[in-house]
């Protein structure tokens, strides 16, 4: 099947940068599998970089292992670890595909950043956001939070398995956490798209796509 003319959008000096954002056990990696596939079907899967923080990059998994399994014990560490592993992941992966024009489909970003190291440890989120100008994160295009009760969560990653370190803080950090996507979500909403995540996989991929498709249109 002959692949879709890409559009305008994508014809400029970079790609489209697409992130899904939301607390433990949301369902991001589940809608980041169905996006980065049906984009692949319609642009070609050379047109498609999916990837994920922490870990996406050659070497990246070893931060992830210290961040999820193992811990820091002070906030401040975690924090750069997690921005260590950004200036790798950008560098390395994401750069190289916006500048090739592809579509970058990643499972967290700089909004998680802040909503777990801000909201949930008290680090100043205008101290973090100073430290992404620093660092010359490129923003997203369209970010994708899929806004799901920290109970129905936990359940979830109760039942897939053994949480790691940050699912183990329990629901009480991820209600700080909620707080923060939903405040991010609030100050910018011509980026951050808002999905209810108690609606079943099938709908929540139907408007994810929908999204994309308007954005993408010449």
Request: charged share 30%; glycine share 10%.
């Amino acid at each position: 099947m002959e692949k879709a003319v890409i559009s305008k959008k994508m014809r400029r000096n970079k790609g489209v940068f697409l992130t899904l954002e939301g607390i433990d056990g949301c369902g991001k990696s589940t809608q980041a599998r169905i996006l980065a596939g049906n984009l692949a079907l319609r642009f070609g899967r050379e047109a498609v970089l999916w990837t994920k923080e922490p870990g996406g990059w050659p070497g990246g998994e070893k931060i992830r292992e210290l961040l999820l399994e193992h811990g820091m014990q002070h906030p401040l560490s975690e924090l750069f670890l997690f921005l260590a592993d950004r200036c790798e992941h950008i560098r390395r992966e994401v750069e190289p595909a916006l500048s090739s024009g592809r579509i970058v489909v990643c499972e967290r970003y700089t909004d998680s950043t802040l909503a777990y190291q801000s909201w949930g440890r008290g680090i100043s989120p205008e101290k973090i956001e100073e430290l992404f100008r620093w660092c010359r994160f490129p923003v997203p295009d369209l970010t994708f939070w899929i806004d799901l009760p920290p109970g129905k969560a936990y359940h979830r990653v109760s039942r897939r398995g053994g949480p790691d370190r940050m699912e183990e803080e329990g629901t009480s950090f991820l209600e700080k956490v909620r707080e923060g996507f939903l405040f991010l979500s609030r100050r910018e909403p011509e980026r951050i798209v808002s999905l209810d995540g108690t609606n079943d996989i099938e709908a929540i991929a139907r408007e994810i796509q929908r999204r994309v498709e308007v954005f993408l249109s010449p």
